[in-house]
C-alpha cells in the first residue's frame, strides 16, 4: 500500500531525516512514536510532497514518485494524483473559519471531485453521521469544541476516499477530557479496515490500535515491532529510556 524507500531531508545543516525504508500494507495500522525533533512528522509531509524531500522514492497504491524530480506539469499531476488519494489530519485542525462544518466536509468533493451539490451533501452529511456530528453540520468551527472540530477534520479527510489516512499527533491540541472522542472515531476506522499512519504519543491508543509500532530518533527508525514487543521488551537502549520517560508521565 504505502513504500518509502531511501526517504532523506535536511533543512539546511540539519539532517532530519536519514535514508528511511517504511513498507506499511493495506489495512495495517502503524503508530510512529519518538521525541520531539526525532522526524516523525517530517516523514509524513514527505510521503504526501507537502514537503520535498532530497532523495528517495514515494509509492502509494498505484502512485509512484522519486524525491528531486524536475518540476513539470506531468510530475505535479502526480502529486496531485498522490495527495488526493491520502487523508491528512494535522495538530491543528486547518477548517475553513467562515464555512460550517457540513461545507467545510463538502469542499474538496465540489472543488476537487466536481460532484454535484445535491450528492456531494448527501456524502458529507453521511459522514458527518460517521463521526458523531450529525447534529452540528450548521455549525460554524468557532462554535465546534477542540474535539469536535479535529471529527470535522477527520470527516474532510474521508469525503475523498483515501487509500491511507496520516495523522500527526491529532490529539496534541486538544484538552484531556477531549481526546477520547477523536480518538475513539479513529479506532472505528481502524476496526473498519483503514489504512492508518498515526504520528502519537498516546501509548493507550498504540497498545490497543496499533498493529505495528515504529520508534523514530534523530531522523532514523530505531526500532519497530508489534506494540507487546515494543511496549514489553524493547530491544534498544533508546527506545527503553523514550517508554520510561512517557510512562513517567502517564
Same mark, same amino acid.
Given at each position: 500500500?504505502?513504500?518509502?524507500?531511501?526517504?532523506?531531508? @535536511?533543512? +539546511?545543516?540539519?539532517?532530519?531525516?536519514?535514508?528511511?525504508?517504511?513498507?506499511?500494507?493495506?489495512?495495517?495500522?502503524?503508530?510512529?512514536?519518538?521525541? @520531539? +525533533?526525532?522526524?516523525?512528522?517530517?516523514?509524513? *509531509?514527505?510521503?504526501?510532497?507537502?514537503?520535498?524531500?532530497?532523495?528517495? #522514492?514515494?509509492?502509494?497504491?498505484?502512485?509512484?514518485?522519486?524525491?528531486?524530480?524536475?518540476?513539470?506539469?506531468?510530475?505535479?499531476?502526480? !502529486?496531485?494524483?498522490?495527495?488526493?488519494?491520502?487523508?491528512?489530519?494535522?495538530?491543528?485542525?486547518?477548517?475553513? %473559519?467562515?464555512? =460550517?462544518?457540513?461545507?467545510?466536509?463538502? /469542499?474538496?468533493?465540489?472543488?476537487?471531485?466536481?460532484? %454535484?451539490?445535491?450528492?456531494?451533501? *448527501?456524502?458529507?452529511?453521511?459522514?458527518?453521521?460517521?463521526?458523531?456530528?450529525? /447534529?452540528? +453540520?450548521?455549525?460554524?468551527? @468557532?462554535?465546534?469544541?477542540?474535539?469536535?472540530?479535529?471529527?470535522?477534520? !477527520?470527516?474532510?479527510?474521508?469525503? #475523498?476516499?483515501?487509500?491511507?489516512?496520516?495523522?500527526?499527533? %491529532?490529539?496534541?491540541?486538544?484538552? %484531556? /477530557?477531549?481526546?477520547?472522542?477523536?480518538?475513539?472515531?479513529?479506532?472505528?476506522?481502524?476496526?473498519?479496515?483503514?489504512? #492508518?499512519?498515526?504520528? =502519537?504519543?498516546?501509548?493507550?491508543?498504540?497498545?490497543?490500535?496499533?498493529?505495528?509500532?515504529?520508534?523514530?530518533?534523530? +531522523?532514523?527508525?530505531?526500532?519497530?515491532?508489534?506494540?507487546?514487543? !515494543?511496549?514489553?521488551?524493547?530491544?534498544?537502549?533508546? =527506545?527503553?529510556?523514550?517508554?520510561?520517560?512517557?510512562?513517567?508521565?502517564?
Amino acid at each position: 500500500m504505502i513504500t518509502l524507500k531511501g526517504i532523506s531531508k @535536511s533543512f +539546511g545543516l540539519n539532517r532530519v531525516l536519514d535514508q528511511i525504508n517504511l513498507n506499511v500494507n493495506k489495512s495495517e495500522v502503524v503508530v510512529i512514536l519518538g521525541p @520531539s +525533533g526525532s522526524g516523525k512528522s517530517t516523514l509524513l *509531509r514527505c510521503a504526501t510532497f507537502l514537503e520535498e524531500p532530497d532523495e528517495g #522514492m514515494i509509492r502509494m497504491g498505484d502512485y509512484e514518485i522519486q524525491a528531486g524530480g524536475k518540476t513539470t506539469k506531468q510530475r505535479k499531476d502526480q !502529486i496531485r494524483l498522490l495527495r488526493q488519494h491520502t487523508g491528512f489530519v494535522f495538530q491543528q485542525f486547518n477548517l475553513f %473559519p467562515h464555512k =460550517t462544518a457540513l461545507q467545510n466536509v463538502m /469542499e474538496g468533493l465540489i472543488t476537487i471531485k466536481k460532484m %454535484p451539490l445535491v450528492e456531494a451533501k *448527501r456524502l458529507a452529511e453521511g459522514l458527518l453521521e460517521k463521526v458523531g456530528l450529525a /447534529e452540528k +453540520g450548521d455549525h460554524y468551527p @468557532s462554535r465546534l469544541s477542540g474535539g469536535q472540530q479535529q471529527r470535522v477534520g !477527520i470527516a474532510r479527510a474521508l469525503a #475523498m476516499e483515501p487509500l491511507v489516512m496520516l495523522y500527526d499527533e %491529532p490529539t496534541s491540541a486538544l484538552d %484531556p /477530557e477531549l481526546v477520547r472522542e477523536v480518538l475513539t472515531v479513529m479506532k472505528d476506522l481502524a476496526r473498519e479496515g483503514m489504512t #492508518m499512519v498515526v504520528v =502519537t504519543h498516546e501509548m493507550g491508543f498504540a497498545r490497543e490500535v496499533a498493529d505495528r509500532v515504529i520508534f523514530m530518533d534523530g +531522523g532514523k527508525i530505531i526500532e519497530q515491532g508489534k506494540p507487546e514487543e !515494543i511496549f514489553t521488551m524493547p530491544k534498544e537502549e533508546r =527506545t527503553r529510556k523514550f517508554l520510561s520517560i512517557i510512562e513517567k508521565k502517564e
